[in-house]
DNA sequence: AATGAATGAGCCTTCATTCAT
DNA sequence: AATGAATGAAGGCTCATTCAT
């Protein structure tokens, strides 16, 4: 029913044929609700076989998500110019971001809400692929107040907190964007691309974030000068 | 073993023990991993119970995603002052909402993890609640911008997607909060309170909100005035 | 639901809005399927007080099925007249079976049909209803038998295995004029009536009982004389 | 404990030998008391693989109920001779009924006991068993009305009435032979054949049949020449 | 006379996993 | 390289039955 039916394949072509049928069918349906049986049929392959080359459903999502994140990864370190300014960067990075959440859909799914919710073994999986993300953020934010000549303001707390807020919003950007696009035609031009919604973000986030930088806090009634403007704005 | 054995408790008290283990079970497992049998065994009450008065499985975390999310809507809802300016609205909401979610993790963690991942039933409930939260903020931020004297320079889409990526933010910064919480001491006075997360939170939308309502846009190597400043800034 | 609730009724009437409600309940699902719980809301008493009354559901199914066994055996008894000749014997108690399986559909389906399908305990009931009424008739087709002057050549399996066709078309016809009544509109005067299912049981047996009680028997190409004519036809 | 135990066979042979399990405890048991527990063990293997081969109880029923009026249509089909005269193909039909309700016991005990008493889905299969045969008794009983030159006397319903006499004194006859048989010893040669149980019918139906055909009817005190001698006795 | 609260036991069904070829 | 045959274990759900009032 799923793939063609063709014999004696390649162990290497074949083990993809399964995590593509595993990506899909964690996604649709779940960790524990998606059966053995229902992969190996869109694989095309029988269920024995799966166990040979995949060893256990553990197993099987395990790899799925290591092969997921490091798609992802790939994507979003491939995007960005190493020696750009830092706003770039995040810009670029950004755009990888969407872009490959958008192409892959079902990995982004299996990654985003299935691999978090299903217990200790996974969800340190995915928490690490987080981790590593908003390291990444992370850095790209220090160096931008290093950038913009702002000294030790910005307590390390407050750069984390930021850079988690700033990847939530990402991934809710992402979602919503994957869920306009889906609605509208296939081809549609008006659906938000990567670069559109990567610009909404750094709309969203960098402006604020320069004015962080800058010294200046949100208060009730208005804005204050929490510190005089030891930090240039730029 | 769960709680304390009490026999001949009267209905609605056994039945809101038993939402509370559930909460509790589905969090902790997921829906299709929690079993029936833990979830009695948890509310000191013996499965035939749990079905007698819940019905059944679906049932139960049907059940249980309606009290959690009108709790959470409730908190919401009851911190914010319905006269006050948008941002403080907007903050005061926002501390309602870590409050909640910090003291209520596991129904948090089944509305925001487990709910939207376990097929249609469950998660059009959860899409229902994340849309009048959304559409709440999206109200706010409409209301901010007219505060602001700003007329029409930002068009639906870009307050609904800034709207989805300040869901989004303060989604991940809750659970943000949330783990660093669990790691410290209990008690411990130096967890980002809610108060903070939320000031965390204004910091990095509002003020970035403030700019885009001022015409500013971010752009690739600086900011840009996209309209001349028809928009006074506050 | 079933009844009006009337609280404090006196033992004896309880018990047979619990048995009533019981025959329904036992005729639609079976004894199996049958549950305890709708039968006692069907009576409109609460389980307890069944099981106070009629202590379980063997002890239930079996009350009833001897309610029902007897009062189908005396409204068969009450319709032969003690005297008669033998043929308007078994005539009039035809007339009283079909009648009292017309109104009373429910019990004789749990006679009929759930009884005998349930194992040891209850088929033994049914039978001992069953092999008094065909002992009944056994009887009767003996004295006609005498009556005619027919003396000896029907062997005594052959008496027993006619009897048994007789009950067995007999209960064909009873289930066959029941469903027919159904279709029909309640007031049909067009329905077979317990008189005329009566009458084409006799047309359809009696006068092959004269015959064989004149010697004569079937057999491929024709009527043969069995035995010299030593039993005089009526 | 069933059958003794071999491994890995091929599945149609699995498969008849769950439905011989099967066909066995439910005739037993009845639908709701037979579990699949007992019957995977009369057949010697697990559960699950019944359910693999079989889908669920309920396809497992109605699977054994069309297997076992199959086999019951085929035997009284191939019993009849199609161009004899019409009391020959009656007897011979009976014959084959008789014969094969002896040889399968628990299969007719399923067609006629359990398969009617248990809901819409199983009960119709088996009425339209049965309608089929009754129409097959109608159909000779015409034909034979015809060959012996009665002309129109005998009305439709009168003639369905007598046939689903037939049928059901068939089936009482048939229940009656299986339980003699079964009492004596298992070879006993004095037991009613199949032959035997078949003439007993014929002379129990048969000549009652010939003489209405004659237009002679059972009244109270006698026969009566219903209508004048239009139809010539044979 | 009558009932709300509660449970032990069992059944149908499914699933991850292995064996033998 | 690949599969048809087979199962131990567990989970959702129901039911007859009892307890305490």
Redesign the interface.
Known sequence: MGAVKSKRVPRAVREQQMLDAAVLTFARR????ASMDEIAELAGVSKPLVYLYLNSKEDLFNTVIRRESAALVAAVRSAVEPGAAA??QL?SGLKGFFAHTAEHPYGWAVLH??A????EPFAREVAALRAEIVAFVTELLGAAAKEAGCVGELAE??V???A??????????A??ANVRTDEGTSGDPEH?SAKD?A??????????????MGG???A?G??VDHESGSCAR?
């Open positions: 779940g960790y524990r609700a706003d770039r810009c809400q299935q978090r919710t299903h217990g707390r407050e984390a907190g930021l988690h807020a700033l990847v939530g919003a990402a991934e809710s950007l979602e919503w938000p919604t610009a909404t973000m750094m709309n969203f986030a960098w402006m604020g974030l320069n004015q962080l200046e806090r949100w009730p208005g804005l730029r």
